[in-house]
């Protein structure tokens, strides 16, 4: 059984069009987050909710918008896709929001790629 | 806020030679400190933890020590092998918070043959 799902996988697409990204977790974690890494491997948060509630918000274009329906899912919408959106985008979840625990899990990852 | 500084970016050694991986943090309310090792293509997945209660936890060929009063932690791989080539990313947080988990830039570890 998958644990952290993401889909979809791979994504190729054109400058200025909008694209979702959903997640969803089986652990029963009460905190999801998604991730960017670039091409440098760096690994930069973007958001977290914690039981369907933003909790933190990085300096991220108001272009992405996260939602979550559920504490199990976190989908992720990007309206107007840059060159600089390229990325993977990991979704993640945690025990609850770092307490007691830190270990995340991820997704296998969104390969988005902005042609 | 937290500031995890990762060294070197990238390693190389030879199959059976041990590999270290440092990391700073500036936070001294920091509490947790995992290590997350991810292969090509692939996701990052823990591999080793350690909290600030304890200055070294070893598992099998790795360990990791840390030193709260310098505010620095380190990987230590033993006895490499090929499949340990990946990027390894430490990280911190300070699990009394609802912050988030810090991570450092990653080194990519090459174990040659």
């Known amino acids: 059984d998958t644990a952290v799902s993401q889909t979809p996988k791979y994504l190729v697409t054109q400058m200025g069009n909008d694209k979702s990204i959903k997640c969803e977790q089986n652990?029963?974690?009460?905190?999801m987050y998604w991730y960017k890494q670039d091409s440098k491997k760096f690994l930069k948060i973007m958001f977290s909710?914690?039981?369907?509630?933003?909790?933190i918000n990085e300096t991220v274009p108001n272009r992405f918008s996260p939602k979550s329906p559920d504490k199990a899912h976190l989908n992720l919408h990007i309206n107007s896709l840059e060159l600089g959106d390229s990325a993977v985008y990991f979704c993640?979840?945690?025990?609850?929001?770092?307490?007691?625990?830190?270990?995340?899990?991820f997704g296998e990852g969104s390969r988005l790629t902005v042609l | 806020g937290e500031n995890v500084e990762q060294h070197p970016s990238t390693l190389s050694v030879q199959e059976g030679d041990s590999a270290v991986i440092k990391c700073t943090y500036s936070?001294?309310?920091?509490?947790?400190f995992p290590w997350y090792k991810q292969e090509l293509g692939k996701r990052p997945q823990l591999i080793i933890d350690?909290?600030?209660?304890?200055g070294e936890k070893k598992d099998q060929r790795i360990a990791v020590t840390l030193n709260k009063t310098a505010k620095h932690f380190s990987l230590h791989i033993t006895e490499t092998q090929p499949e340990d080539s990946a990027v390894y990313f430490c990280?911190?947080?300070?699990?009394?918070?609802?912050?988030?988990?810090?991570f450092g830039t990653g080194t990519r570890l090459q174990v040659t043959l």
């Open positions: 993640a979840s945690s025990l609850r929001g770092g307490s007691n625990t830190g270990e995340l899990f």
């Open positions: 652990l029963g974690h009460d905190t």
């Open positions: 909710y914690n039981n369907k509630e933003l909790i």
């Open positions: 936070d001294s309310a920091s509490n947790y």
């Open positions: 350690i909290r600030s209660n304890v």
């Open positions: 990280a911190a947080i300070n699990t009394g918070t609802a912050s988030k988990l810090t």
